[in-house]
């Protein structure tokens, strides 16, 4: 098996080198690694050239996303298998010679591999990728059949920094889709695991930096409520629903049901920053989805009513605690 590392960088100096190092420290060594350097500014490329030299290859490209990013390394890639290492995150010595090893039992009829993946630098996570999403295996090595329903159900067991995977397999459904700067990863995986049977290591063999201290700029689109997170996540959910192995199948309701959630999300911002005539829109958007007028005000209502006992709930048990709560500190 030749395998290239590709490693998508952003601004990150600090940290894609640790990334990079622990490709370098594999037991089974990867053919090659390259990293895209997606139009930093710190000075991410000149530094990997001059520590690493021919050891690694630097492509420089402007910004595109990580998306197009991957899909630089994909295409520049000798390797008849890519691996995925994002700069913030870090391989554990075995990780490739384990993926191998999985592979190698499983014969050909595998494209694609993962593993577990532990947490780092937080010490609210303490547990892996496969511990948080239920997927808990005691198979060392295992095939899995089914990822369609995990990751539809959001609970992906796998983040992209553990995946191996057959470059013609990639190719052969389109790569990451460039239009996405969220769900990247669990589009392509989606389409992936319509094509064939996926192994696993039951191992934490990657390491995911969830510093809390870290800015992450996703999670803070998402609790905004961003309209790039309601059109991306509209873009996956038709795309899949486009898709003739999804017709009839046992994914396209709850699929649709997804793509249902997104526009009642859309409807809510929308109305909340009386943005009514947009509203207005996505309202239409759930009309062609079959939802009647009254379901719309009994569920617009009913979310309404949910949130507002949730909020309420949570001011009460942070006042219980003595604690701030949503309306500032209980002074009683």
């Not at 192995?245 to 920053?273: C, F, H, N, Q, W």
Request: aromatic share 10%.
């Amino acid at each position: 098996m030749r395998v290239s590392a590709i490693i998508p960088t952003y601004n990150r100096k600090a940290h894609v080198l640790r990334a990079v190092d622990s490709v370098l420290a594999q037991t089974v060594p990867v053919d090659e690694i390259i990293v895209v350097d997606d139009g930093s500014t710190d000075g991410t490329g000149d530094l990997l050239r001059i520590r690493y030299g021919s050891r690694v290859v630097v492509l420089t490209q402007e910004n595109k996303g990580v998306s197009a990013a991957r899909n630089r390394g994909i295409r520049e890639a000798q390797g008849e298998w890519v691996a995925f290492l994002d700069s913030d995150d870090i391989w554990f010595p075995e990780k490739m010679a384990r993926q191998i090893d999985a592979l190698s039992a499983r014969g050909c009829d595998c494209g694609v591999c993962f593993t577990d993946n532990r947490f780092a630098n937080n010490p609210d996570m303490a547990f892996t990728r496969f511990e948080q999403t239920g997927f808990l295996s005691v198979q060392k090595i295992g095939l899995l059949e089914e990822l369609g329903t995990y990751i539809v159900a959001g609970m992906e067991p796998y983040f992209t920094s553990s995946l191996l995977i057959r470059r013609s397999l990639i190719d052969h459904v389109g790569g990451f889709d460039e239009a996405l700067f969220i769900r990247e990863d669990s589009d392509l995986m989606f389409r992936l695991s319509l094509q064939g049977r996926i192994c696993f290591v039951g191992l934490p063999l990657v390491q995911v930096d969830r510093d809390p201290s870290r800015s992450v700029g996703l999670c803070n689109l998402f609790s905004s409520r961003d309209d790039r997170v309601f059109e991306c996540l509209e873009r996956v959910y038709i795309k899949w629903l486009a898709m003739p192995e999804i017709a009839g199948s046992r994914y396209e309701r709850p699929i649709r049901d997804l793509l249902r959630l997104v526009y009642y999300d859309s409807v809510e911002t929308k109305m909340r920053d009386f943005r009514i005539r947009r509203a207005l829109y996505e309202i239409g958007r759930l009309r062609s989805l079959g939802e009647s007028y009254t379901s719309l005000a009994s569920n617009l209502w009913f979310r309404k009513v949910t949130k507002m006992r949730r909020r309420k709930l949570t001011t009460t048990k942070s006042r219980d605690r003595g604690t701030p709560g949503k309306h500032g500190l209980d002074l009683a």
